[in-house]
């Protein structure tokens, strides 16, 4: 989005008028967005989605018929590159953990104030939302009660559980190491997420993942623990620029789009620990 031209493009979708009013009277308050459509469900957001193609969608979650889960999975299945961020008047930790693995880059509670809106999706846009370290920490536990990750990144989720297969100093040794080293394209499509392959176009299976340099890797962790490109810069003592130019790298690396993304990788893979908070 950095590199686009003029506001913003933003489709809003809520089935009641005055949620709809709301988002648009927040939306038009700030010239960096320009609002291009109002949908008041989901199969009119599809339509619209596919028509105006905007660069970000405000969902609302519970909407009659199709609701905002389903309509964000099935956008993302054909506009993979729209932003998506929910709206919910719950901080509901499963509608949350299922929206981001319908594809959504973020969410927003209805009772914030306009300005913390319009701050949250100015970053959004520009790919420098972080996750916050609440949900993240949270999106663990839920990981971890899950089984968590793929049984082909090493033992099956019994085996992880019972430290049958390798603890998880040794899973994340593990992992740094094949991080550094580069798998095949085959390797690398097992390892991602159920949700990133759904969402995204996959990767070809001939392809050879380049390996992640040891800054990259701590880049990584830092943005699944929920570290902004600011923090995450003055913890390496590194420009934010530089810190954006890593992230680049990293999505281009292992094949996926967004940090979202990138902290399910994480957390899937062994690379934080449920200390990590």
């Known amino acids: 989005m950095e590199d686009a031209v003029g506001p913003i493009r933003v489709l809003i979708v809520d089935d009641h008028p005055d949620g709809r009013e709301g988002m648009r009277d927040i939306v038009g308050s700030d010239p960096a967005f320009a609002l291009v459509g109002e949908a008041a469900g989901g199969e009119e957001a599809l339509l619209l989605a596919e028509m105006l193609r905007p660069e970000l969608i405000l969902m609302d979650i519970r909407m009659p018929g199709m609701d905002g889960l389903e309509t964000t999975q099935r956008i993302k299945s054909r506009i993979p590159a729209v932003k998506i961020v929910m709206v919910t008047v719950s901080d509901d930790i499963t509608d949350l953990f299922e929206a981001i693995k319908r594809g959504a880059q973020g969410y927003l509670l209805k009772n914030l104030e306009p300005s913390a809106w319009l701050e949250y999706l100015r970053a959004v846009a520009m790919d420098e939302a972080p996750m916050t370290k609440e949900l993240a920490f949270r999106l663990l536990q839920e990981f971890t009660a899950s089984g968590g990750g793929d049984s082909r990144m090493g033992g099956n989720a ?28 085959r390797e690398a499509g097992a390892a991602k997420s159920d949700s990133a392959s759904r969402d995204d176009a996959p990767s070809s299976d001939c392809a050879v993942m380049t390996p992640l340099t040891a800054r990259e890797i701590e880049v990584l962790e830092r943005v699944a623990r929920g570290d902004s490109n600011k923090a995450i810069a003055a913890a390496f003592g590194i420009s934010e620029h530089t810190v954006k130019n890593h992230l680049k790298n990293i999505l281009q690396k292992l094949h996926l789009n967004n940090r979202v993304q990138l902290t399910r990788y994480a957390f899937e893979h062994g690379m934080v620990d449920g200390k990590s908070r």
């Open 158 to 185: 019994e085996e992880r559980r019972h430290g049958g297969t390798e603890s998880a100093g040794e899973s994340s040794r593990s992992m740094r190491g094949k991080l550094r080293g580069g798998w095949s394209g």
